[in-house]
T-cell receptor, first 114, second 114 residues
Framework: DAGVIQSPRHEVTEMGQEVTLRCKPISGHDYLFWYRQTMMRGLELLIYFNNNVPIDDSGMPEDRFSAKMPNASFSTLKIQPSEPRDSAVYFC????????????FGSGTRLTVV | AQSVSQHNHHVILSEAASLELGCNYSYGGTVNLFWYVQYPGQHLQLLLKYFSGDPLVKGIKGFEAEFIKSKFSFNLRKPSVQWSDTAEYFCAVNPSGGYQKVTFGTGTKLQVIP
């Protein structure tokens, strides 16, 4: 099993540009989560999906952020337009329908907005 | 809503010292509890988990944690740390039964000095 796969690993972009982060969950996992990690705020849940349907997006900071999960094997997190305060590491995680198994995290995307 | 407190933000130990990292949660019902580890520059990995049964849980790499329900605590322990244990450790909790959202603590950075 290749685990949760995220791309790109690093992204440097200019303020105002659109950024798209990608995630492929573990096959068979039906929950997918997007987290943001910063020194100041720690690990924040942005949004999560169950069976490709967004369940809770209350953590999405503002309308500039959007996430989709068109099928069970792919999700995107988009920031448009990007701002320097969006600089962070963005993690995707997936799990089976019983969270007692714990999450499997991807390697993250380090986003730098200059 | 549940919350998690990790009171130690930064811990420095010498190799072979014993480790105990505190974790307290607030939630009135039954919970699942987790410890995750994040090595420098890497993603979070599940260290151990508790959801029922024996309150003393053993995880990977010699770590263990004890669930004390009366104290709402789930402290992480290791009898003898190694330099390779240098990492950030996150405690996490979620209510049992249905709702999948996991709440993470703010993390404790452990630095082990050779």
């Amino acid at each position: 099993d290749a685990g949760v796969i995220q791309s790109p690993r690093h992204e440097v972009t200019e303020m105002g540009q659109e950024v798209t982060l990608r995630c492929k969950p573990i096959s068979g996992h039906d929950y997918l989560f997007w987290y943001r990690q910063t020194m100041m705020r720690g690990l924040e849940l942005l949004i999560y999906f169950n069976n490709n349907v967004p369940i809770d997006d209350s953590g999405m900071p503002e309308d500039r952020f959007s996430a989709k999960m068109p099928n069970a094997s792919f999700s995107t997190l988009k920031i448009q337009p990007s701002e320097p305060r969006d600089s962070a590491v963005y993690f995707c995680a997936s799990t089976l329908n019983r969270v007692r198994y714990g999450y499997t995290f991807g390697s993250g995307t380090r986003l730098t907005v200059v | 809503a549940q919350s998690v407190s990790q009171h130690n933000h930064h811990v420095i130990l010498s190799e072979a010292a014993s480790l105990e990292l505190g974790c307290n949660y607030s939630y009135g019902g039954t919970v699942n509890l987790f410890w995750y580890v994040q090595y420098p520059g890497q993603h979070l990995q599940l260290l151990l988990k508790y959801f029922s049964g024996d309150p003393l849980v053993k995880g990977i790499k010699g770590f263990e944690a004890e669930f004390i329900k009366s104290k709402f605590s789930f402290n992480l322990r290791k009898p003898s740390v190694q330099w390779s244990d240098t990492a950030e450790y996150f405690c996490a909790v979620n209510p049992s039964g249905g709702y999948q959202k996991v709440t993470f603590g703010t993390g404790t950075k452990l630095q082990v000095i050779p």
